[in-house]
């Protein structure tokens, strides 16, 4: 199977460029203030217009307010929505477009039950628990995954080049999102580190085919 590459945390054009020429499947935009990451709307917009067809642009949310989200849906009409914070089911339904919803996986987490009340995301995206919602750079326990799981998941936190292989053969999940993991510091990505990254990632899918 061919792993999705979401790239997300994106600031500047160059890191756009990187992204796509790396062959990124999605890119990601933080609407949220707190994150040093975070991008306006009209930032986002004039960001995005650099994708190609094909490439997904991701909106990321952390407990927004309606006009939040309104201001980022009306930027990226075609963007998929990332919630990244406390939101309930009923929240992420009245948005009325299709998203991911994260959960911070920890010992104890009941993923499967997760997922059911999440059953109209297209995918749940597992993240580590950390401080500000995500964007951690931290990984977290893999095994606790259970194998019974049905949802579509997305892998992240913590990821980079050096550790995606191993998560794609263990987790075997629809695609993988790496913020931290191509940084030199927050918001700024590398190439390199961005082009290492997807490089590794179809690597593993070769070696699983
Ligand atoms: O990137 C952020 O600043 C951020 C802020 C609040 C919630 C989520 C955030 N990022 C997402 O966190 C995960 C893991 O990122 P990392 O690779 O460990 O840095 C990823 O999905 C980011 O999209």
Redesign the pocket.
């Known amino acids: 199977m061919t792993t999705r590459i979401?790239i997300?945390?994106l600031t500047r054009e160059v890191d756009v460029e990187a992204a796509v020429a790396a062959g990124a499947d999605a890119i990601?935009f933080?609407f949220?203030a707190k994150?040093?990451?975070a991008v306006t709307p009209e930032r986002a917009r004039a960001l995005a217009k650099l994708l190609p067809p094909f490439v997904t642009p991701v909106g990321?949310f952390?407990n927004a307010t309606e006009a939040e989200l309104q201001a980022g849906l009306d930027a990226l009409p075609n963007m998929l929505v990332?919630f990244?914070g406390d939101e309930t089911p009923v929240d992420c339904d009245r948005v009325k477009r299709p998203y991911l919803r994260?959960a911070a996986v920890s010992p104890g987490f009941d993923l499967v039950d997760f997922g059911s009340r999440f059953s109209s995301a297209q995918a749940i995206?597992l993240?580590?628990p950390v401080e500000?919602?995500?964007?951690?750079?931290?990984v977290f326990d893999w095994s606790l995954i259970p194998p019974s799981v049905s949802s579509r998941l997305v892998l992240?936190?913590?990821?980079n080049a050096a550790n995606v292989a191993d998560g794609i053969a263990r987790v075997r999940p629809w695609a993988v999102?790496?913020?931290?993991?191509v940084e030199v510091s927050?918001g700024i990505k590398s190439a390199d580190l961005i082009h290492a990254f997807c490089t590794a990632v179809r690597r593993a899918d070769a070696e699983l085919t």
């Open positions: 979401k997300c945390g990601g933080v949220y994150s040093p990451r990321l952390v990332q990244h994260a995206l993240d580590a500000g919602y995500g964007g951690g750079g931290k992240s936190g913590g990821l999102d790496v913020s931290s993991g927050k």
